[in-house]
């Protein structure tokens, strides 16, 4: 098994619109009642579709103009509000050192090209990584890959296709599996 599959939202490029609420709602109880009782905004799941944003901050005008406002004043920082910066430079690596060991690396994604372009245009460090597994088709032996992502629903799916599924949940816990299941070199140990 030489191929790794990574779903890019969830892993590469830790896509997080709830990173949003925590800093245009403050109080923890009423992010959850936003998040469970005001119906998911459009830019969450399709971030770049014509009038995903206006229709958006409809529905929060709905639930609270003043909210809406304060998400329209932050319209240009949304979508690095939504990603996750402490993932991006790691990633950019561990895909470096995947790639060293002779590994495929595949993306799969259900954001449009011009998602993917802001987001490089974003954080220009990791654009040759990110676009170097993003841009390329789909084609590996499901036998021969690992499928890594948070959603179970996914993992299962991919179970089911003959994929080996590993959950994600942070970057050293999957550099650990990596190791364990050889994708990586196991570090040198340090003698006193």
């Known amino acids: ?38 119906a998911r905004a459009p830019w969450e799941d ?3 579709r014509e009038g995903a944003f206006e229709e958006g901050l409809r529905r929060v005008a ?25 993932c991006m430079k790691p990633m ?8 060293a060991q002779a590994v495929e690396l595949f993306g799969v994604t259900d954001l449009r090209p011009a998602a993917l372009t802001q987001v490089m245009t974003l954080y220009p460090s990791t654009l040759e990584q990110l676009a170097n597994i993003t841009q390329r088709r789909f084609d590996p032996p499901a036998a021969d890959s690992l499928y890594v992502d948070q959603s179970r629903s996914h ?29 990586l070199p196991t570090p040198p140990v340090l003698l006193p």
Not at 8 to 26: D, F, H, M, N, T
Not at 92 to 99: D, F, I, P
């Open 155 to 183: 993992g299962s799916a991919a179970q089911a296709a003959g994929f080996t599924f590993i959950e994600y949940t942070w970057i050293t816990p999957l550099r650990q599996e990596l190791r364990r299941r050889g994708f």
């Open 46 to 48: 399709e971030p770049v």
């Open 62 to 86: 709905g639930w609270s103009p003043h909210l809406a406002e304060r998400v329209a004043s932050h319209h240009d920082g949304m979508l690095r509000a939504m990603l996750d910066d402490r």
């Open 1 to 38: 098994m030489r191929a790794v599959v990574f779903d890019v939202e969830s892993v590469l490029i830790g896509w997080r619109p709830q990173a949003l609420y925590r800093k245009l709602i403050p109080r923890a109880d009423l992010q959850q009642y936003f998040v469970a009782e005001v």
């Open 92 to 99: 950019a690596t561990l895909l470096q050192r995947l790639r």
